[in-house]
T-cell receptor, first 113, second 113 residues
Framework: AQTVTQSQPEMSVQEAETVTLSCTYD???????LFWYKQPPSRQMILVIR??????QNATENRFSVNFQKAAKSFSLKISDSQLGDAAMYFC??????????FGKGTHLIIQP | SQTIHQWPATLVQPVGSPLSLECTVE??????LYWYRQAAGRGLQLLFY??????ISSEVPQNLSASRPQDRQFILSSKKLLLSDSGFYLC????????????FGQGTRLTVV
């Protein structure tokens, strides 16, 4: 079974600075997809970024980028120029088939003004 | 565009009472459908998924059941609620392909008293 591990229960960063959230996963599959979701206090799950395992190039979406290390099974999220609206729970997720996403336990990101 | 509706938003139920949470998707056909539970301070746990009408797969043995009576309708049920069933329940859908993310409803906060 696949597992996703987020080792940082909570992270804090000053507004306008950069923060990196860690995620590792375990799988025996070669074809899969990885995602980062954001869950603000409203608890709505919002997709931040996605990465296809067969692509070597790291995905980027505006201020959000990932560092995908397939051999190490690592998938970290970097948030640049942090904004107050980035404060939320962030979940790393893995998808290897039709049976849904496997999520990590999340990292609570605090933005210090 | 596709939308997902989940209701009710909040529910307080006594121990031993039945449960029915409903989720419907609009704007797509033959979606994969999912029920997740999020306990306080934890990640999302996949409870059930469905790839078609009447096809339900259970990920975790529990006091809950799911049904898919129509293509875009997914129902989470229980005959007798337990205190441990309290939590935040999220319905989600995805296109029936590997390389797609899941889109989430706004969730139901269930408190069993």
């Amino acid at each position: 079974a696949q597992t996703v591990t987020q080792s940082q229960p909570e992270m804090s960063v000053q507004e306008a600075e950069t923060v990196t959230l860690s995620c590792t996963y375990d799988t025996s599959e070669s074809d899969y997809y990885l995602f980062w979701y954001k869950q603000p206090p409203s608890r709505q799950m919002i997709l931040v970024i996605r990465q296809e395992a067969y692509k070597q190039q790291n995905a980027t979406e505006n201020r959000f980028s990932v560092n995908f290390q397939k051999a190490a099974k690592s998938f970290s999220l970097k948030i640049s120029d942090s904004q107050l609206g980035d404060a939320a729970m962030y979940f790393c997720a893995y998808r290897g088939g039709a049976d849904g996403l496997t999520f990590g336990k999340g990292t609570h990101l605090i933005i210090q003004p | 565009s596709q939308t997902i509706h989940q209701w009710p938003a909040t529910l307080v139920q006594p121990v031993g009472s039945p449960l029915s949470l409903e989720c419907t998707v609009e704007g797509t056909s033959n979606p994969n459908l999912y029920w997740y539970r999020q306990a306080a301070g934890r990640g999302l746990q996949l409870l059930f998924y469905s790839v078609g009408i009447g096809q339900i797969s259970s990920e975790v043995p529990q006091n809950l059941s799911a049904s898919r009576p129509q293509d875009r309708q997914f129902i989470l049920s229980s005959k007798k609620l337990l205190l441990s069933d309290s939590g935040f329940y999220l319905c989600a859908w995805s296109v029936n392909r590997l390389n797609t993310e899941a889109f989430f409803g706004q969730g139901t906060r269930l408190t069993v008293v």
